[in-house]
């Protein structure tokens, strides 16, 4: 049944997870992250209300107050468990940054910040906490893809630490864990000083810039001379865009259809110091038969073609709806913690708790009971949400913390109608 492979499919994932927790706080991170899965709000007290708890509230409060799990290790397991259920040769991730909105003028991270997404009815300027989150991209059935959080790091209120400092921390965490990788990331990180570094531990990158980023074809072949070689040749300009050769395409962009106008060409830009990048103007069609301003996509990669780069770098659109998730559905909006550490790891908590979910859905979407959850939304893609739905319907109350033996070092999830004892 789907209850027992959910149960198999835990048992095993939240055993390889436990190497990164302490021994003596396994227990309770596991009734703290079962709890996260089968309550979506964001308070420690729902998530422990999911279960049957069966330790006094301070033995909760303790372990997240005190960060007695590592948030780095956790992360790095994460992600180990990612590639190990859905094993790739190239991954893509993704780096981005989300705001919070916060009420309080005092708390970890809090501080006003710009609003650069130009959301409607909401200010310039917001009262906020800034997270900067690494997602992995996982190819899904039907050849979509889906974005699974890995870390998300608070952004301290003031200091040099930026979020392109921050940006460099987070890559260079899974280091060595990958064997090979591709960055995706919007215009603000496309910055010559994450470029290059990234650069030089052989990390592929492929991002949007401003359409005025200056860009120049390469320097024609010239007779010998002294002095330097000639690094840029003649510039890219508005005039030479438009004799550019054009092509159209139907590909499948963020989430649909789009008839799409590229134009294409290898440059060198003059903010990577004369790297040679691939170019891509691209156009779609709006709904009144017009184009729409061209977005230009760089790739290091220059080998890849143009339908190659917008195919890829339209995965990046994914992380816009995990963000959403998380602060509407998985309860980020509400995560209230008295320090930084404590918040980052009650955080990495409730991402992990996310992804488990996820991951759960790609697995056994077959099986997934999908007219006795949701009839409506017959032949729907299986998502996190509807099978945390199903999953609050089989597995709350249930006694976790017995359910990790501390000699073997293993969980094993307790079937959901049966005695304690009777464990799948």
Not at 189 to 211: A, C, D, P
């Amino acid at each position: 049944s789907l209850a027992a492979n959910v149960c198999l499919l835990l048992s095993e994932w939240i055993s390889f997870l436990l190497v990164a927790v302490p021994p003596r706080s396994r227990r309770t991170f596991v009734e703290l992250l079962i709890g996260c899965m089968l309550n979506p709000e964001g308070w420690v007290t729902r998530a422990i209300g999911a279960i049957r708890r069966e330790a006094h509230w301070t033995t909760y409060y303790k372990l997240i107050e005190r960060a007695h799990v590592s948030v780095a290790e956790l992360s790095i397991r994460l992600l180990q468990l990612v590639l190990w259920v859905f094993p790739a040769e190239l991954v893509n991730v993704i780096i981005d940054d989300s705001l919070v909105p916060r009420c309080a003028k005092s708390g970890p991270g809090i501080s006003v910040k710009h609003d650069h997404s130009h959301k409607a009815n909401r200010p310039t300027f917001l009262n906020s906490q800034c997270w900067v989150t690494l997602a992995l991209v996982v190819r899904v059935r039907l050849g979509s893809a889906l974005t699974v959080p890995i870390r998300s790091w608070l952004l301290e209120e003031s200091g040099q630490r930026g979020k392109l400092w921050v940006a460099r921390q987070l890559m260079d965490s899974i280091k060595g864990q990958v064997k090979g990788v591709r960055l995706l990331i919007d215009a603000w990180f496309m910055r010559r000083s994450l470029i290059l570094l990234l650069l030089e531990q052989q990390v592929r990158i492929i991002g949007q810039v401003r359409r005025d980023t200056a860009l120049f074809f390469p320097p024609e072949p010239e007779p010998k001379r002294r002095g330097r070689k000639r690094k840029y040749g003649q510039r890219i300009d508005v005039a030479w865009l438009d004799i550019l050769p054009v092509q159209e395409m139907e590909l499948t962009l963020y989430g649909k259809e789009q008839r799409v106008r590229v134009r294409s060409v290898i440059a060198v830009a003059r903010f990577l110091k004369g790297l040679p990048v691939r170019a891509v103007w691209c156009e779609m069609l709006l709904t009144d038969h017009t184009w729409s301003r061209p977005r230009l996509i760089l790739a290091t990669e220059t080998d890849l073609s143009a339908r190659q780069v917008v195919e890829i770098y339209a995965e990046r659109w994914g992380i816009e709806p995990l963000f959403h998730n998380l602060k509407r559905w998985w309860g980020v909006a509400n995560l209230w913690q008295q320090s930084k550490a404590a918040l980052e790891l009650w955080m990495q908590i409730r991402s992990t708790a996310y992804a488990l979910t996820q991951m759960l859905a790609l697995r056994s979407w077959e099986s997934f009971p999908l007219m006795a959850i949701a009839p409506w939304r017959k032949g729907a893609m299986i998502t996190a949400g509807l099978f945390g739905q199903w999953m609050r319907i089989q597995f709350i109350g249930l006694p976790v913390r017995d359910a990790y033996d501390p000699k073997s070092g293993q969980f094993v999830m307790p079937f959901p109608g049966q005695d304690q004892r009777l464990q799948c």
